[in-house]
């Protein structure tokens, strides 16, 4: 049966994968990344991590939670960010 | 009665299709009924639909477990949602896919007919609209629904250009699976 | 990264993609830290956070209704009072139904007792939640489900309410105005309130793309274009001086920001519509004025 | 049912369209799902000219009632709808609008009450507000709901009456729900319904005062009179159903409706959309030798006591569904039926559901498990849980 | 009841000193006559230093509960007090407290509700919210008020409970009327009551979040775990009650009290200040020879069902005294007990009176005729009007 | 005589003898005149003005609730729209209560919604009807019962709310104060705001020597001293700007209005009693270099 | 029994006479009375008439309703007005 | 038991009366009842408190109808108020008058005993509050209640000096009507 009066544990939407919304998919191009963080900055979903390329500061997608909203893509200054169609799988 | 299930995610017009295809089955002097699965799902989170059809009189309020008929609007569903849930063994399912039917793994006895609805959709409408694409073909696939009802009725839902085009994706779509 | 690493606003919500409030709240949260209760009103913040039993918050939460976030608020603080907890921030939050109108009266009054309370309004123009309904927040000539354009209508009557000037006038110190394209600003501006002792009040500007009618990628765009077009315009009050004015080098005519929108569409089909649009532009005119916008 | 005028269409508009066609002066509303669709279409008619009403856009359910009460005071007819939170709300305003003898008309999306918070469907909202001095009329059937909207004015507005009244519609499951439905056209309605010209209301040329203090001297007898109207009501109600069958040919046969009743053993009895479910168990039932009957409970304010004896007469057992519950008690229906049983000639066994809280779906192989958990009773000859959650989750 | 304990006091102050020394955290509060005097005098505590509690003075009754419900919810224990009208605002919140599931107490000074506005006492108020989830207490005098007033915090925060409850006590009958009454000491109730700590709060040390949304799948289970608190209430209640007597040296007895009932052939029953007056009725009456007795309703949530049943037992007829109606059904009690009643051995005849409302003086003549009435219908064997109102001025 | 003769308040009401709230009604209502009909919010001016089977007005006049007299005017000049009636006036009034605090939702929908009503807020400072507890609008240190002086308190913690800053920040064309020491003035107010079409917002300061403690007679002088201190200010605000300012000759030291009454009795008796009294002449400092009121 | 709803004519509270609250009386001197009218502005229950009283403008109270505030007396700006103790009768 | 009833005007003090005389007899070991007529009257209208003192608990809640005992604080009350109503007529009625009791007009049996407490206030007090010179005389007159305890109990509530003085008046007024 259900918990007492509805308690939830903190961040465990975690659980729930989002990324099953996705129509579209960010995929950013390493070498144009210039680490600004702004793709970090703007997604609403929090689901944009730091990551270390060839030594190089870049950011990428967590694909089980970004639902491809494109934000990123767009506000990405260098326009490294490409959105993709999904394909069935 | 008939009872049909629509998969889609929010924004793709799976409940439109739905009350489409109860007001085309009205229109051919059935009894109708549909509705959404209640709640209010975000803009591209899986969404689902249901319609009934009869001869007689519709008075059942629950949901529908056992549906003869599954639309399938975006293949991309298939990883994630349960489509073939309860789907009766001689029922059917339309899918929207490029593929082959062989190509998907659906685990059901029901009949599996595919349609590239997306194409039809982006072709005639110039947008992945693949709600009416789909409608047309159910009424080919299943021949519950006349194609003429349906097209009366998405003409009158969207007056003028956009119900003309809607209506010829039907008649194609109707076409391509036999109708 | 400027900004506070940790999420506490967290992935897996249910927003629609491209929303805007989700984006407001993650931001606002960074601001806030972990050391923090928050309260939520019913609405979209609260339905997509919180489909039991999983949680996107990773500080203490809590909704009750939809009318009674800053309520909450008080007892909250006046429960860690009584506990002696001096340190603990109380964050209410709410939409703008549930702030600017219905629950109008219970922020009204914890802004009157002068609570040690943070309240966040994130300011999506409507009840989006239900659907999008008017609120006392949408704009002038913006389309809704309960305004919708017709032969004898235009959208929306009346003018977007002040929610910032209406907290104000209830003589705390501080009130500040912010928007999702501008994190750094937001997030200096909740920090600042949550540093005050006593009531403030954040309205952040969270353009939502279902209620609206633009793509989700355009979130950013949109919400900027409100601020270079001067109808939201940034600022805080802190002990009734206006500071922190963005200044506009180049403010854009209200037409840039409009015709993105669904919401505004009719304003450029129906005939007349154009003075309707000059209204508009009145209104940003009157702000540029007001808080000397244009550099 | 003549075809040609029925169309297919949501629930939410069908009773929106009913409801332009009486032409309130004045709606005051404020969104909540699953209401809100009624209260968009209004919206979308007033923006349109099709309705030439005050449409006030109000900032709370507390300020549509309270809009609705200043409005229907100055002698207009009047319009709203909410649901569940909205509906508790107003609670205060609504005890307020009986006292006042106001004849609004309320539309009720019925939904749960929270916490937890919960969209769908059950009846604890109008159930919860049932002692506030509110005729309540429950819908089987989008038909249904846009029937009693005309009704009920016709009713709230009778010289004998003159109380407010809430027609109750399950939420999602009629609201959101499409099927074809017979909508009277204004000619229709305004020949059913006369218009409202109240005797007394706010007026500069006869400027008398309303809601006064009501001192221990007579607040009693204000109460006894909303009492004797609510007693008048159960005249009336059938007249202006009896009447409107006639002029629209659609069949309103009074406060409740007896489903194959006349030679069942066993009874079921609810009131709102299940019943639609519920019959078609009962003919499946029927065709399986079972004697089986149904009742609806069509009016539950004021409660049809006699009409429930008399209807129930000859049944062995009454299983009694309930989509709420008081909490520390029973049911609504279930408890208000036993109190009236009690006092009567007949003694059937009762049991009563809670069933279909917060959207649990009420399928058809429920609504038999009910049947034979009732005739289970009937059999036994005594009833051992009176009170059964239906298809709750085991721990 | 050792004379040097007792002191004479008001009502209200009576239950606001019990309250003090309880020792609440948190006291929000919104004046509403008669329940002012009651808050004002805990107003004077906090400002004399003599109570360490945060006290906000909110509003609206919409955020005092509201206010309480963020206090209890970070683990604190709350106290508010309201009446009528600012009882029904806040009944949304009142649903919520229970399905948060916060042990918040209230005392509510019982007035009638409005239109008319009237400030006096009948139970409208505290009946119209019998769903909502909480724990009802009724008291008959000061010194049972502020008893429960104290109890109430045992009963509310016990595990199995976990349920906000409400002591009602009739509205200046009680409230404004000074009598003696001995209050248990700080360290008495210390001793009784321990602290509340409870497992799940807000705290940014385990940072759980509360009041999720309850979907169709769930919503059910949360309202049945409510239901199954309120049956757990009938355990508990009687456990503290008696833990209670033994420290204190009062005696609670139950959910119920029988006052005479042994033998009685006619048993009348009620609730609230008015079993005072049935008492002194009762033994004149006895003194007269009549074999009457009288039932308390102590516990109106949880109802008493089984208790009520076997108290009633061997008695001819029953005649229910409410000080308030369903309007469109009858008065609540009466209601609730004929449902307990109708799956039980027994049938004794009942009668309802309805009394009391907005103030109207029940003086013992009126409850002699009361009982006259009732004798009279054992008498006959039959009832013939089962709802009466007593003491209506005639038109 | 300069007002208008006819009483639409009627004698035989119940208010106390000297009670300023009822001449603030009498006075009120000669502004608005026959053509007009009045709501009430629950409180002293309904309850000593209706007790069944009597009333004193002479206007078409209603009580519903506490909380809802703006809304209830909304609802009749709704209803007076629809009859096609565009003459008869709204007058929605409320107690300071039942207007800062448990009306102030339904007040700022009115507002918002621009309903052509006017609201007059009868103000004396506390919950009269309910026996003087404190409320939004009870001046600082203020002692009522449930804000009473003692070891830990020197009366109202708060300050009191600016409830026609707080109106008129709903962007309402025409707020105004007005006080019964000043009749003709008040009059003047109220027909304004009857004739402007659309939300209007007046607040009378209404002495009330029951809950403030002096006698009956002193009603006008403690409301003319009210204005002479600069702690209550006349003024009006036409489209946002201030006008009607009543400049004050000789502006009288705070004491002489406080010593006059019990409710601030405390603060000449408690140590630091001093220091409280400044804190108080601050707030009529602050309003006069606010309004410019000093000659 | 009670009116429909409870309604009450205009003016009503007229039938209740609030001179029985009085404990003093204000006496008018109508020799000093200089027809200013201030008594009439400020009296809280309208209890103030006009009258002729040798062919000057006078007012006077009307003991029905007034209830001894003592306003008029206080605001008479030539103190024409006594506050005399009512006598029992 | 007997039931107490007092007449006087908003601000007067009645209900203050009232419960003095319920301490006080409490305090005189007797059980005891005091309590307001329910309402809110506005300073100046006619108010009226009641109270009860029995040897047994009191348990009895409905208003007082017949009482024993009567005290009028302002005999200016007489003409617009039924102060002997249901006044029993082997009762007393306690009048504050400067006149003798052949100049009143009650029409009662109960016995009439007449006091200048106004006078007597006003002496000691300094101002016109009657209600303990009332109370004193009460004592006097009925011997239900000692006058030790009213003096006890109004010092009591009345700390210090004003304390002092009331319990004097009631010590005076107690003599006066032969306590
Ligand atoms: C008393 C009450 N009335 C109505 C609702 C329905 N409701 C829930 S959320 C919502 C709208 C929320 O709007 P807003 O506060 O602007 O937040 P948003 O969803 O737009 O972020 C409404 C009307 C409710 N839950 N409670
Ligand atoms: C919902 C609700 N809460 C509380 C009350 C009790 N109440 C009635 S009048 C009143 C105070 C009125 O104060 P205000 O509005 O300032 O008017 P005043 O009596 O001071 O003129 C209160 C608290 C009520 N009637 N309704
Ligand atoms: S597409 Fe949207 S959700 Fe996905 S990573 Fe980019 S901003 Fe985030
Ligand atoms: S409707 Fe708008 S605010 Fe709500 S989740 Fe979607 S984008 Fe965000
Ligand atoms: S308490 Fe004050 S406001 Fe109320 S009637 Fe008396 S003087 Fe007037
Ligand atoms: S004393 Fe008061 S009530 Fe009487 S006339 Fe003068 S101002 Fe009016």
């Given at each position: 049966m259900v918990n007492f009066a509805g308690i939830a544990e903190p961040g465990s939407t975690k659980n729930y994968k989002t990324g099953t919304w996705r129509t579209y998919r960010p995929v950013v191009d390493f070498d144009k990344c210039i680490g600004c963080a702004k793709c970090w900055e703007y997604c609403p979903e929090g689901c944009i991590i730091e990551l270390e390329v060839d030594g190089k500061e870049v950011y990428e997608t967590d694909l089980d939670y970004c639902k491809g909203c494109g934000i990123c893509s767009e506000e990405c200054p260098v326009g490294a960010i490409e959105m993709e169609l999904e394909e069935e799988d | 009665m008939e009872e049909i299930r629509i998969h889609g995610r929010g924004g793709q017009g799976s409940v439109t299709a739905a009350e489409l295809l109860a007001e085309a089955a009205f229109e051919d002097g059935l009894e109708a009924q549909a509705f959404p699965a209640f709640g209010v799902e975000r803009r591209g989170a899986p969404v689902r639909a249901f319609a009934r059809i009869s001869d007689t009189k519709i008075r059942l309020r629950s949901q529908v477990y056992e549906p003869t008929y599954v639309i399938v609007q975006d293949a991309t569903l298939l990883g994630t949602v349960d489509v073939e849930e309860g789907i009766k063994s001689d029922g059917k399912m339309i899918v929207n896919t490029s593929r082959d039917q062989s190509q998907l793994d659906i685990d059901t006895e029901a009949e599996i007919i595919t349609l590239d609805a997306?194409?039809?959709?982006?072709?005639?409408?110039?947008?992945?609209?693949?709600?009416?694409?789909?409608?047309?073909?159910?009424?080919?696939?299943?021949?519950?629904?006349?194609?003429?009802?349906?097209?009366?009725?998405v003409k009158k839902r969207f007056p003028g250009e956009l119900g003309e085009k809607n209506a010829k994706v039907m008649e194609k779509a109707n076409k391509i699976v036999g109708g | 990264?400027?900004?506070?690493?940790?999420?506490?606003?967290?992935?897996?919500?249910?927003?629609?993609?491209?929303?805007?409030?989700?984006?407001?709240?993650?931001?606002?949260?960074?601001?806030?830290?972990?050391?923090?209760?928050?309260?939520?009103?019913?609405?979209?913040?609260?339905?997509?956070?919180?489909?039991?039993?999983?949680?996107?918050?990773?500080?203490?939460?809590?909704?009750?209704?939809?009318?009674?976030?800053?309520?909450?608020?008080?007892g909250i603080e006046a429960g860690l009072k009584a506990q002696g907890n001096d340190h603990t921030k109380v964050v209410a939050q709410g939409g703008d139904g549930g702030t600017v109108d219905i629950g109008i009266r219970s922020l009204s009054g914890m802004l009157e007792?002068?609570?040690?309370?943070?309240?966040?309004?994130?300011?999506?123009?409507?009840?989006?939640?239900?659907?999008?309904?008017?609120?006392?927040?949408?704009?002038?000539?913006?389309?809704?489900?309960?305004?919708?354009?017709?032969?004898?209508?235009y959208g929306n009557e009346n003018r977007k309410k002040d929610a910032l000037e209406i907290a104000a006038a209830h003589g705390i110190s501080y009130v500040a105005s912010a928007s999702i394209a501008f994190p750094s600003d937001l997030v200096d501006k909740v920090k600042k309130a949550n540093e005050i002792n006593g009531a403030t009040y954040v309205q952040i500007h969270t353009p939502c793309p279902t209620g609206w009618g633009y793509e989700g990628k355009e979130t950013i765009e949109i919400a900027r274009l409100a601020v270079e077009t001067g109808l939201w315009v940034l600022y805080g009050k802190k002990d009734g001086e206006i500071q922190n004015i963005n200044k506009l080098n180049d403010r854009k005519p209200v037409e840039e920001y409009l015709k993105k929108q669904k919401r505004f569409k009719h304003l450029f089909k129906k005939e007349d519509g154009s003075k309707e649009l000059e209204k508009i532009q009145n209104i940003a005119d009157r702000n540029a004025e007001k808080f000397s916008l244009d550099k | 049912m003549k075809r040609e005028n029925r169309e297919v269409m949501e629930g939410s508009h069908a009773v929106a369209?009913?409801?332009?066609?009486?032409?309130?002066?004045?709606?005051?509303?404020?969104?909540?799902?699953?209401?809100?669709?009624?209260?968009?279409?209004?919206?979308?008619?007033?923006?349109?000219?099709?309705?030439?009403?005050?449409?006030?856009?109000?900032?709370?359910?507390?300020?549509?009632?309270?809009?609705?009460?200043?409005a229907s005071a100055t002698g207009t007819r009047t319009f709203t709808a909410t649901s569940s939170q909205g509906l508790i709300l107003m609670d205060e305003v609504l005890y307020n609008a009986s006292g006042l003898r106001l004849p609004i008309v309320m539309v009720v999306a019925n939904r749960a009450v929270g916490a937890p918070i919960n969209i769908w469907n059950d009846h604890s909202d109008s159930m919860g507000v049932r002692d506030s001095g509110w005729i309540q009329l429950y819908a089987e059937s989008n038909q249904e709901v846009l029937d009693m909207a005309i009704q009920s004015y016709k009713i709230a507005e009778n010289d004998d009456v003159r109380l407010p009244a809430m027609v109750c519609m399950d939420g999602f499951i009629l609201t959101h729900t499409y099927e074809p439905v017979s909508i009277p056209t204004k000619e229709e309605v305004s020949d059913f319904l006369p218009e409202f010209d109240p005797e007394h209301k706010l007026d500069p040329e006869d400027p008398?005062?309303?809601?006064?203090?009501?001192?221990?001297?007579d607040f009693m007898e204000f109460k006894?009179?909303?009492?004797?109207?609510?007693?008048?009501?159960?005249?009336?109600?059938?007249?202006?159903?009896?009447e409107y069958s006639e002029k629209m040919g659609r069949e309103y046969n009074g406060l409740i409706e007896e489903y194959k009743t006349e030679d069942a053993d066993v009874i079921l009895i609810s009131l709102?959309?299940?019943?639609?479910?519920?019959?078609?168990?009962?003919?499946?039932?029927?065709?399986?030798?079972?004697?089986?009957?149904?009742?609806?409970?069509?009016?539950?304010?004021?409660?049809?006591?006699?009409?429930?004896?008399?209807?129930?007469?000859?049944?062995?057992?009454v299983g009694v569904l309930d989509k709420n519950i008081s909490l520390g008690n029973k049911g609504a229906l279930y408890s208000e039926l036993l109190d009236s049983l009690y006092n009567s000639d007949i003694t059937p066994l009762t049991i009563n559901f809670i069933a279909g809280l917060g959207g649990r779906d009420i399928p058809e192989s429920s609504a038999k498990k009910m049947y034979e958990k009732t005739k289970d009773v009937a059999e036994r000859g005594y009833v051992e849980d009176e009170i059964k959650f239906v298809d709750l989750k085991e721990a």
């Open positions: - | 997306t194409k039809l959709a982006l072709d005639i409408l110039g947008k992945p609209i693949m709600n009416t694409a789909l409608l047309g073909a159910f009424s080919g696939a299943t021949g519950e629904v006349s194609v003429e009802a349906m097209k009366k009725r | 990264m400027a900004l506070e690493e940790e999420e506490y606003f967290e992935s897996g919500h249910r927003a629609c993609a491209g929303c805007g409030l989700a984006l407001g709240a993650r931001l606002a949260m960074k601001a806030t830290g972990e050391d923090a209760i928050a309260t939520c009103s019913t609405g979209c913040l609260e339905v997509v956070s919180s489909p039991y039993p999983e949680s996107s918050w990773e500080i203490p939460w809590i909704h009750s209704l939809f009318e009674n976030s800053a309520a909450l608020g008080s007792r002068n609570h040690d309370v943070t309240y966040v309004c994130y300011d999506n123009e409507a009840y989006m939640n239900t659907g999008i309904q008017r609120s006392g927040s949408t704009p002038y000539d913006a389309s809704t489900t309960t305004s919708p354009p017709g032969t004898e209508s | 369209h009913a409801v332009k066609n009486c032409s309130p002066d004045v709606i005051a509303a404020y969104p909540i799902t699953p209401q809100t669709h009624i209260v968009e279409k209004l919206s979308q008619f007033v923006a349109d000219g099709e309705l030439k009403s005050e449409y006030l856009k109000v900032e709370s359910e507390f300020s549509a009632m309270s809009a609705c009460v200043g008398k005062s309303f809601g006064t203090v009501g001192f221990p001297g006894y009179q909303q009492h004797e109207a609510m007693q008048n009501a159960k005249e009336v109600i059938p007249e202006v159903f009896k709102g959309s299940v019943i639609g479910t519920l019959k078609d168990t009962v003919d499946d039932l029927r065709n399986e030798g079972e004697k089986v009957g149904l009742i609806k409970v069509r009016v539950f304010r004021p409660f049809p006591e006699k009409q429930l004896i008399d209807a129930i007469e000859g049944a062995r057992a």
